[in-house]
């Protein structure tokens, strides 16, 4: 059984490096929507934290070995469902990003931790959740 | 470009008639993953929030009428990334259930929006969120 998806748009930005989480990250960039898709952009706000969707398209291949993983920023070992490795049995990573400017299809955003070409899967509202910022 | 994931296990719960949202779910039920990947469980504790990704098996195909949504509990319309609708460009879903106990390979949870058969694609910790209990 498999699960087929296609990138609604890509990650832009200049940074070469991004932080290993959008929590500690101040990176600016764009992400530039399909065009058949900005209706869909129509009702986000400037300032406001969206939910993003993406594709750990370049994160080695996960196998067996990776089921227990030590983050480089930790000192202990972590399960892969309890950690936010990019390698994992579904490639899927999830970032909060702060919406700095809407143009079109192109939403300009504050929070990288995706590189540039990183491809998008999906846009959701924080709908139930906010930052915690403690 | 097509992107192909598989499930890594599957919703299970006796409830025929989910909430719409996770956030005013009380709804009980498991998550039972594939056996291979119990170890990545391994460090999921009882009490705990987890974000689940998941597929939405049973939404009817996305087309571009419904860039503009108005969302069933709601008197305005929105645009398909502001809402939580599972009829999307990629039908993915995003929740936050509340862990009330994991026997090896399964996870009991508490504030299911997925209906029993539900494809999982991944497990993830709260890193950085709160639920907005406001």
Redesign the interface.
Known sequence: ????????GFVQTDVATVPR???ISDVEGMIVIDK??T??????KIGEN??V?F?F?QSKEFD?HH??QKPPHRNE????????SPV???P?G?S?LEVSGIEGNVIHVKGLDMVDGT?I????????????SA
Chains 1, 2 share one sequence.
Not at 77 to 84: A, D
Not at 121 to 132: H, N, S, V
């Open positions: 059984m498999e699960i087929e998806f296609k990138p609604i989480h959008w929590s058949i898709y209706d869909g952009l129509k009702y986000i969206i939910i969707i594709h398209h067996l089921l227990i070992k972590l399960g892969v469902f309890s950690s936010c994992r049995p579904n899927i999830m909060v491809p899967l999906d846009i959701k509202p924080m709908a139930g959740l906010k930052r915690d």
